[in-house]
């Protein structure tokens, strides 16, 4: 396709109207065309203007609406301020990577101990009810251990003595994302759920933190359509080479991953020991 | 939200997102007093409801408090990237298949941008409104309006022209001259 024909499609790329095959195209083509991206650059402060021909609506309650817009903010700023201090005094910088207060434990292992009890009742209830059917329960869970032994080496790879976890959240809100790191292997295990999946051309890309250094990149990951993911990823030389590090933060950066973060970290998480 | 708060200068807009990004939350505020208006107008316009305009602002401005660091003011307005975040931040609310773009008030209003997009022809501005405030693609406005698809990347890039023409024949964006009625 010539530059032209591209050119033709700057006002629909920049109004997010292109379908991803021929986004892929035009994207192709503006890395490398200078002309192209002043032109979607246009083209985004025309859609920007636009907002302005909308009818004016007054919200229901100006109030209590600006105080939603703060209150919100502040459950997903994962960010500390970090000031530097100059002989003028104290500077603000661009923050490094902080983590936000862990939220607070949850109530997990009541809930599978309540379970496991009504579980283990509920058996009881069947073995005495049904007692002639316990040869077959029995062979059955003959059968459910092959399986769980075949699930072993996979079991290895998030539980032992070197594998590491971090959950990545953000403040008051479930961990969308656990990353195991075993040692042994040396591996990432990326896991996650009800993790939106990336925009088109766009993936999710994780950063070991290490207090005062710049982020290094841990590898890119996609989830499927219900935010689920099981990935391994190779731990790179880098990292390992530098020790254990303290934090974990999640972007979104363009396809295939940036070298540094080019967007404030969506979750973030701190290291800990699997007990 | 009166409407004499809801312009600020280009450099005072930049300089509140880049206070944003160094944790000053007074600067969020201050960037939700100057656009909120507008933010609110287009998710109202977008959504069609209070209850999922006020959450697609709240949504919008908390993706700005958290990407403000990424705001790069040399290749953007401060408009261009908020009332992105809200755009998306609308549309997410709302089902593709329930966008019923109202032309009275996603094209009404006193304003250079929506008499500009009045003067556009009858196909030009459908095209636009289908893709601005309903969210569809190329393909997906082809098929509602029934014209091939190249004639729809036509009628998106001829409207856009129209509007920058009439918005900003100097070529600049202003966001003052974009809300003088």
């Not at chain 1, 766009?202 to 689920?228: C, D, E, H």
């Not at chain 2, 109202?44 to 660091?69: C, L, N, P």
Request: glycine letters at 6%.
């Amino acid at each position: 396709m010539t530059h032209e024909q591209l050119m033709a499609s700057a006002p629909s790329y920049a109004l997010d109207a292109l379908d991803p095959t021929e986004r892929a195209a035009f994207e192709a083509h503006l890395a490398g065309c200078p002309e192209c991206r002043d032109a979607v650059a246009t083209y985004r402060e025309v859609a920007g203007a636009l907002a302005h021909a909308a009818v004016p609506v007054e919200p229901r309650d100006a109030a209590a609406l600006r105080e939603r817009v703060m209150r919100e903010a502040r459950t997903v700023r994962p960010m500390g301020i970090v000031t530097r201090r100059t002989p003028n005094g104290s500077v603000p910088v661009r923050p490094t990577f902080v983590a936000a207060p862990r939220p607070p434990r949850r109530l997990v292992p009541w809930a599978v101990a309540i379970t496991s009890l009504a579980a283990a009742a509920a058996f009881a209830f069947v073995y005495r009810a049904e007692r002639e059917r316990s040869a077959r329960l029995s062979s059955e869970l003959t059968s459910l251990r092959a399986e769980v032994a075949r699930d072993d080496s996979v079991l290895a790879a998030f539980v032992g003595p070197e594998v590491h976890v971090v959950s990545l959240t953000v403040a008051n809100a479930k961990p969308a994302v656990r990353v195991f790191w075993n040692h042994t292997s040396k591996q990432f295990i990326v896991t996650s759920f009800g993790l939106q999946p990336a925009p088109p051309g766009r993936t999710y890309q994780l950063w070991a933190i290490r207090k005062g250094q710049a982020p290094l990149s841990m590898g890119t990951f996609a989830v499927n359509a219900t935010g689920r993911t099981m990935t391994t990823l190779t731990v790179p030389p880098a990292i390992i080479a530098g020790g254990l590090i303290d934090d974990c933060a999640l972007t979104v950066e363009p396809d295939g991953g940036s070298p540094q973060p080019t967007e404030y970290p969506r979750l973030v998480g701190s290291w800990r020991h699997v007990d | 939200m009166s409407p004499d708060q809801r312009v600020a200068s280009p450099a005072s807009a930049s300089a509140m997102v880049a206070a944003m990004a160094s944790g000053d939350e007074n600067a969020l505020g201050s960037l939700y007093d100057a656009f909120g208006a507008v933010a609110y107008g287009l998710a109202y316009a977008i959504t069609g409801t209070h209850a999922k305009a006020e959450a697609a602002v709240a949504s919008a401005f908390a993706d700005a408090w958290r990407s403000a660091g990424a705001f790069d003011a040399s290749r953007t307005s401060v408009l261009a990237w908020l009332t992105g975040l809200v755009r998306r931040s609308a549309l997410v609310q709302t089902p593709p298949d329930r966008h019923r773009p109202d032309s009275a008030a996603t094209s009404g209003a006193p304003t250079p941008v929506g008499r500009a997009l009045r003067a556009l022809t009858e196909p030009q501005r459908r095209a636009l409104e289908l893709s601005y405030y309903a969210g569809l693609s190329v393909s997906e406005i082809a098929a509602r309006l029934g014209v091939p698809e190249s004639g729809t990347r036509e009628l998106l890039r001829t409207a856009m022209n129209d509007l920058r023409s009439a918005l900003s024949p100097t070529g600049t964006f202003d966001d003052q001259a974009m809300t003088r009625a």
